[in-house]
Protein backbone atom coordinates (compact mmCIF):
# COMPACT_ATOMS: atom_id res chain seq x y z
CA UNK A 1 0.00 0.00 0.00
CA UNK A 2 1.43 3.86 -1.05
CA UNK A 3 -0.06 6.74 0.35
CA UNK A 4 0.65 9.77 -1.58
CA UNK A 5 -0.09 13.60 0.15
CA UNK A 6 0.31 16.42 -1.75
CA UNK A 7 -1.66 19.99 -1.41
CA UNK A 8 0.66 21.48 1.67
CA UNK A 9 1.90 25.08 1.76
CA UNK A 10 2.36 28.54 2.92
CA UNK A 11 -0.61 29.99 3.59
CA UNK A 12 -1.63 33.69 5.96
CA UNK A 13 -3.89 33.35 9.18
CA UNK A 14 -7.56 32.88 8.03
CA UNK A 15 -6.33 31.63 4.42
CA UNK A 16 -7.14 27.62 3.10
CA UNK A 17 -5.47 24.73 1.73
CA UNK A 18 -6.71 21.56 0.26
CA UNK A 19 -4.80 18.66 0.90
CA UNK A 20 -4.99 15.23 -1.28
CA UNK A 21 -3.93 11.31 -0.47
CA UNK A 22 -3.67 9.32 -2.88
CA UNK A 23 -4.08 5.46 -2.50
CA UNK A 24 -2.50 2.37 -4.50
CA UNK A 25 -2.15 -1.21 -3.51
CA UNK A 26 -5.90 -2.08 -2.22
CA UNK A 27 -9.39 -1.36 -2.64
CA UNK A 28 -9.64 1.84 -1.32
CA UNK A 29 -13.38 1.71 -0.52
CA UNK A 30 -12.83 -1.35 2.09
CA UNK A 31 -10.71 1.45 4.22
CA UNK A 32 -11.27 4.46 6.18
CA UNK A 33 -8.70 7.01 5.88
CA UNK A 34 -7.73 10.00 8.09
CA UNK A 35 -4.96 12.34 8.52
CA UNK A 36 -3.06 13.22 11.32
CA UNK A 37 -0.69 15.91 12.20
CA UNK A 38 2.47 16.53 14.21
CA UNK A 39 4.54 20.11 14.89
CA UNK A 40 7.66 20.31 15.75
CA UNK A 41 8.32 19.31 19.28
CA UNK A 42 4.98 17.59 19.64
CA UNK A 43 3.62 13.88 19.01
CA UNK A 44 1.59 13.06 16.44
CA UNK A 45 -2.27 14.17 16.97
CA UNK A 46 -5.52 12.58 15.03
CA UNK A 47 -7.27 15.46 13.02
CA UNK A 48 -9.96 13.35 11.32
CA UNK A 49 -11.02 9.91 9.94
CA UNK A 50 -14.01 9.21 7.12
CA UNK A 51 -15.23 5.98 6.55
CA UNK A 52 -14.49 3.72 3.26
CA UNK A 53 -17.89 4.52 2.39
CA UNK A 54 -17.53 8.50 2.86
CA UNK A 55 -20.76 8.57 5.28
CA UNK A 56 -19.44 9.04 8.45
CA UNK A 57 -16.82 11.21 9.33
CA UNK A 58 -15.06 12.05 13.16
CA UNK A 59 -13.14 15.13 13.92
CA UNK A 60 -10.98 16.28 16.10
CA UNK A 61 -12.32 19.21 18.10
CA UNK A 62 -9.39 21.54 17.46
CA UNK A 63 -10.78 21.52 13.89
CA UNK A 64 -13.96 20.96 13.86
CA UNK A 65 -16.02 23.29 11.83
CA UNK A 66 -13.26 24.67 10.31
CA UNK A 67 -11.68 21.30 7.67
CA UNK A 68 -14.02 19.14 6.14
CA UNK A 69 -13.02 15.36 4.84
CA UNK A 70 -14.26 14.00 1.89
CA UNK A 71 -12.99 10.99 -0.61
CA UNK A 72 -13.47 9.98 -4.01
CA UNK A 73 -13.65 6.46 -4.26
CA UNK A 74 -13.26 6.10 -8.07
CA UNK A 75 -9.91 7.63 -7.76
CA UNK A 76 -8.89 6.19 -4.70
CA UNK A 77 -8.15 9.94 -3.01
CA UNK A 78 -8.87 11.43 -0.01
CA UNK A 79 -8.91 15.39 0.50
CA UNK A 80 -8.95 17.81 3.56
CA UNK A 81 -10.52 21.27 2.83
CA UNK A 82 -8.59 23.40 5.46
CA UNK A 83 -10.19 26.66 6.16
CA UNK A 84 -10.14 29.58 8.65
CA UNK A 85 -6.75 28.29 9.21
CA UNK A 86 -4.57 29.44 12.20
CA UNK A 87 -1.01 29.65 12.96
CA UNK A 88 -1.40 26.61 15.47
CA UNK A 89 -2.67 24.51 12.19
CA UNK A 90 1.19 24.69 11.49
CA UNK A 91 2.36 20.83 11.16
CA UNK A 92 2.78 18.26 8.76
CA UNK A 93 -0.01 16.43 7.58
CA UNK A 94 -0.26 12.54 7.19
CA UNK A 95 -2.24 10.60 5.38
CA UNK A 96 -3.34 7.47 6.71
CA UNK A 97 -5.30 4.57 5.92
CA UNK A 98 -7.65 2.10 8.45
CA UNK A 99 -8.02 -1.78 8.52
CA UNK A 100 -11.38 -2.17 7.86
CA UNK A 101 -14.16 0.06 6.19
CA UNK A 102 -15.17 1.74 9.71
CA UNK A 103 -12.98 3.77 12.39
CA UNK A 104 -14.22 2.18 15.39
CA UNK A 105 -10.89 2.65 16.81
CA UNK A 106 -9.43 6.13 15.12
CA UNK A 107 -5.77 5.54 16.94
CA UNK A 108 -4.99 2.48 15.19
CA UNK A 109 -3.80 3.06 11.41
CA UNK A 110 -2.65 0.31 8.81
CA UNK A 111 -0.70 2.46 6.41
CA UNK A 112 1.18 6.15 6.71
CA UNK A 113 1.68 8.59 3.69
CA UNK A 114 5.07 10.38 4.33
CA UNK A 115 3.69 13.29 4.92
CA UNK A 116 3.20 17.31 3.81
CA UNK A 117 4.02 20.67 5.68
CA UNK A 118 1.12 23.11 6.18
CA UNK A 119 2.77 26.54 7.40
CA UNK A 120 0.27 29.08 8.32
CA UNK A 121 2.02 32.21 9.17
CA UNK A 122 0.48 34.93 11.29
Known amino acids: VQLQASGGGLVQTGGSLRLSCTAS????????MGWFRQAPGKEREFVVV????????YYADSVKGRFTISRDNAKSTVYLQMNSLKPEDTAVYFC????????????????WGKGTQVTVSS
Open 25 to 32: GRTCSSHA
Open 96 to 111: AQYPNNYYSDYLTVDY
Open 50 to 57: ISGSGYSS
